[in-house]
Nanobody, 125 residues
C-alpha cells in the first residue's frame, strides 16, 4: 500500500488543522492506520491509530481530547483532526499502515510496514 500525507502547515496556538492520509494499492488488507510524529533529533512518537474495518480508535495521552482520527473507507483516506494546537505539537507527522497490527501493538511504529512521506505541522506561540 502507498500512503500520501498532506495538510500540514503553519498555524497559531489554539488553531485547528486537519491532516489527510490517502492510501492506494491493496487497501482492503489494511488492519490499522496510525499517525506518528517526530521532532528532529527525537524519536518518532505515536499519536493516534484507527482499526480500519471497525473504526476503533486509540490516542496518545498528549493528544487525547484534542485530536480525532477518522477514516473514510470509500475514499481510502484517513484523517487527523487537530484542535487546540500547542507549540509542542510542532513536528513532522507521518501516517502508517499495517496489515498485521493488533490492538496490543498498534502504538508501536515497528508494527507498521508502510509509511507516508510526512507532512510538517508548525504551531507558533
Amino acid at each position: 500500500v502507498q500512503l500520501q500525507a498532506s495538510g500540514g502547515g503553519l498555524v497559531q496556538a489554539g488553531d485547528s488543522l486537519t491532516l489527510s492520509c490517502a492510501a492506494s494499492g491493496p487497501t482492503n488488507s489494511i488492519r490499522y492506520l496510525a499517525w506518528f510524529r517526530q521532532v528532529p533529533g527525537n524519536e518518532r512518537d505515536f499519536v493516534a491509530a484507527i482499526k480500519w474495518s471497525a473504526g476503533y480508535t486509540q490516542y496518545a495521552s498528549a493528544v487525547k481530547g484534542r485530536f480525532t482520527i477518522s477514516r473514510d473507507k470509500a475514499k481510502n483516506t484517513a484523517y487527523l483532526q487537530m484542535n487546540s494546537l500547542r507549540p509542542d505539537d510542532t513536528a513532522v507527522y507521518y501516517c502508517a499502515a499495517g496489515y498485521s497490527v493488533i490492538q496490543s501493538n498498534s502504538a508501536s511504529q515497528t508494527a507498521y510496514a508502510h509509511w507516508g512521506q510526512g507532512t510538517l505541522v508548525t504551531v507558533s506561540s
